[in-house]
């Protein structure tokens, strides 16, 4: 088992992600993506580039303008190197063009460690359309190939400033290597938890179970800890039922059924543990079906919630009791 991970860098990635799925439904760069797959794969080519044959270099510095053909490889695949602010745009003068201003210098200023890909939504309809853009000016910050935030309008220096601190704020520690990014603050280890990973790594999972569940208790905030109870009270379990659990079930029985979930589930096998235990639901009754549920709801513990087994299977669940 590797060590723990530095918990600063994981809220970092964790705040990341928050803010790409709080977008997630107000933006759709998959058509765009789709489009650009298909046009590698030879299916609506676009023309070479004027001057020569073959692919347009990638270009570099601070301000690039990008149009649906080169919107994946200078918007998207170059957020996975640098943040990427995306700029909708369109030749109207006044405040657009002063906010176009303002954010070209602030490209300028920043020295690499953000890039301004310019939009003509005129001439480039398709990426106003997957960021549901309804007016322009529209920016859009992408990290690793998400959107992270945006804002409509025009805004004063001060105010982009501020929402480019922001952004920062929220996806700096997953671009370390940046100029000028500030070097990770490593957080001593724990010695509790380096003794309990040892004690499992060396394979003494009772021992490990128990270090952890002291941590847990002691420390009702400590998320890994408790995670880790969670899986090795299931693995300690789970491990000791005999192999031959699924074909030995009796349907209706509830300690046969629970072993047999137990066994699937240990062999990666979600879905029929979960069905299983749904199916033990449905046909038990009182305490037996309060089994049955509170080992399904325990399984659901061992994973994201946003899991689709997860989902599926809790749907199941609520038909089953209702």
């Given amino acids: 088992m590797s ?20 977008m997630s439904g107000a933006v759709d760069l998959s058509v765009l993506k789709d489009r650009a797959e298909a046009r590698r794969a030879g299916q609506s080519a676009p023309p070479p580039p004027a001057g020569g044959a ?31 602010v995306v700029e909708l745009t369109a030749a109207l003068g006044g405040e657009t063009a002063e906010l176009s201003s303002v954010l070209e210098q602030s490209a300028a200023r920043a020295g690499g460690r953000w890039v301004l ?3 003509d939504v005129e001439t480039n309809p398709r990426i106003a359309q997957a960021f549901r853009a309804q007016s322009v000016p529209m920016v859009i910050a992408l990290a690793h190939g998400q959107p992270v935030s945006a804002f409509a309008g025009a805004k004063s220096p001060s105010e982009v400033q501020t929402w480019l601190d922001d952004v920062f704020a929220q996806v700096g520690q997953a671009y370390p290597n940046l100029p000028g990014a ?38 009702p905030h400590n ?21 031959s659990a699924v074909e030995l079930a009796v349907p209706g029985d509830v300690d046969s059924q629970l072993a047999a979930a137990d066994v699937e589930l240990l062999n990666q096998q979600p879905e029929a543990a979960f069905d299983r235990l749904v199916e033990l639901v449905r046909a038990t009754a009182d305490d037996d079906r309060a089994r049955a549920r509170a080992r399904l709801l325990e399984y659901f ?7 689709p087994v997860v989902m599926a299977a809790r749907r199941k669940l609520a038909s089953a009791l209702f």
Avoid at 59 to 72: H, I, L, N
Avoid at 192 to 208: C, N, R, S
Avoid at 301 to 307: D, V
Wanted: avoid cysteine.
């Fill in 301 to 307: 513990e061992l994973y994201e919630p946003s899991e």
């Fill in 117 to 119: 890909a310019r939009v």
């Fill in 3 to 22: 060590r723990p991970v530095n918990r600063q860098q994981a809220a970092a990635a964790a705040r990341q992600q928050q803010a790409a799925a709080a």
């Fill in 223 to 243: 998320v890994e800890a408790a995670s880790l109870v969670r899986n090795l009270t299931f693995v300690a379990r789970a491990s000791k039922q005999p192999a």
């Fill in 182 to 219: 500030p070097a990770p603050v490593e957080e001593p280890e724990d010695p509790k938890m380096v003794a309990a990973a040892d004690k499992l790594d060396a394979g003494d999972l009772d021992g490990a179970l128990a270090d952890y569940r002291e941590i847990a208790d002691a420390e």
């Fill in 54 to 84: 073959g692919a347009a270099p990638v270009p570099s510095g601070p301000v690039v303008d990008v149009t649906e053909a080169t919107f994946e490889r200078d918007a998207i695949e170059a957020s996975t190197r640098q943040p990427v």
